[in-house]
Nanobody, 130 residues
Framework: VQLQASGGGLVQAGGSLRLSCAAS???????????MGWFRQAPGEEREFVAA????????DYADSVKGRFTISRDNAKRTVFLQMNSLKPEDTAVYYC?????????????????????WGQGTLVTVSS
């Protein structure tokens, strides 16, 4: 498994969860050369972009629906990307996937949601009850 997401679960509206995504050392030999992103797919819906983070962590991109509530971060030494989710709403219920482009972009090049994401994790389910 190239990307292993974890941290999902059942939470009440207004609560918080922190998702983690660990990247395999075999595929992501130099993790800090990869842009990382989170996507989600609700039942019966198409997969949608949630957040992305640049190689250094200095730039981020968020979907309007999560801006101000979710925070993406990364620990390059641990080959891990995180998604801190606060003030959760029932409409945040979905399977959350971490993803990465296979291409290694220059350090300062970051277009967030507009990168082509080729590597995908298996997903972790987040359920928000009202």
């Amino acid at each position: 498994v190239q990307l292993q997401a974890s941290g999902g679960g059942l939470v009440q509206a207004g609560g918080s969860l922190r998702l983690s995504c660990a990247a395999s050392a075999r595929t992501f030999t130099t993790f800090n050369r990869y842009i990382m992103g989170w996507f989600r797919q609700a039942p019966g819906e198409e997969r949608e972009f949630v957040a992305a983070i640049s190689r250094s962590g200095g730039s981020t991109d968020y979907a309007d629906s999560v801006k101000g509530r979710f925070t993406i971060s990364r620990d390059n030494a641990k080959r891990t990307v995180f998604l801190q989710m606060n003030s959760l709403k029932p409409e945040d219920t979905a399977v959350y996937y971490c993803a990465a482009p296979s291409r290694m972009y220059p350090l300062t090049y970051f277009v967030g949601r507009n990168h082509s994401y080729d590597y995908w994790g298996q997903g972790t389910l987040v359920t928000v009850s009202s």
